[in-house]
């Protein structure tokens, strides 16, 4: 069992920057998959960056440039830190954990991006 626990959401004007943080348990976290998603009021959720074991990255097209993800296998941690915020970036964002065939998921934290 994974467990994942996001922080560092917040209201933020347009423009503006704010770095997300996953802490996730377990020993073998460099082991894990691990990717940023977000869902926003009568949307689906979808990815947002990830970035697997080799440290490899990938980013959907409308954070590209803006977004960057970022791993701390000594701190077990993962980040995304994302800057130029606009409005269409509000939403709940959530940590995903990917090890042996099985997901988990972070609780989620809301990023506002409103002047």
């Known amino acids: 069992q994974v467990q994942l626990v996001e922080s560092g959401g917040g209201l933020v004007q347009p423009g503006g920057s704010l770095r997300l943080s996953c802490a996730a348990s377990?020993?073998?976290?460099?082991?894990?998959?691990m990717g940023w998603y977000r869902q926003a009021p009568g949307k689906e959720r979808e990815l947002v960056a990830g970035?697997?074991?080799?440290?490899?990255?990938n980013y959907a097209d409308s954070v590209k440039g803006r977004f960057t993800i970022s791993r701390d296998n000594a701190k077990n941690t993962v980040y995304l830190q994302m800057n130029s915020l606009k409005p269409e970036d509000t939403a709940v964002y959530y940590c995903?954990?990917?090890?042996?065939?099985?997901?988990?998921w972070g609780q989620g934290t809301q990023v506002t991006v409103s002047s």
């Open positions: 970035t697997t074991r080799g440290g490899g990255t």
């Open positions: 377990g020993s073998r976290f460099s082991n894990y998959i």
């Open positions: 995903k954990a990917s090890y042996l065939g099985y997901d988990y």
